[in-house]
């Protein structure tokens, strides 16, 4: 588990090994990765979570990646 802080809100982030996996999907394969988040109490705060991921390739030389993709998502959470 991640601890993650800004200001006085603090999130918490797992991901257990069981909750990842790579399944072949139309045309190509799927990465599915569960995340649990956890949002601490706040007086004062959006009730918005922007969640962002990168998707990077690694090739034949090491230590050298490319990003294959970016998705962003906003998800809205209860107080």
Request: proline share 4%; with cysteine; aromatic share 8%.
């Amino acid at each position: 588990m991640q601890e993650l802080r800004f200001d006085d809100i603090r999130f918490t982030v797992e991901v257990s090994s069981d909750q990842t996996w790579l399944r072949r999907a139309l045309g190509g394969h799927e990465l599915c990765v569960q995340l649990a988040i956890g949002v601490s109490p706040f007086a004062e705060a959006g009730k918005i979570l922007a969640l962002e991921a990168d998707l990077f390739g690694f090739g034949t030389v090491p230590g050298q990646r490319s990003r294959l993709g970016r998705a962003t998502v906003n998800l809205a959470y209860p107080r």
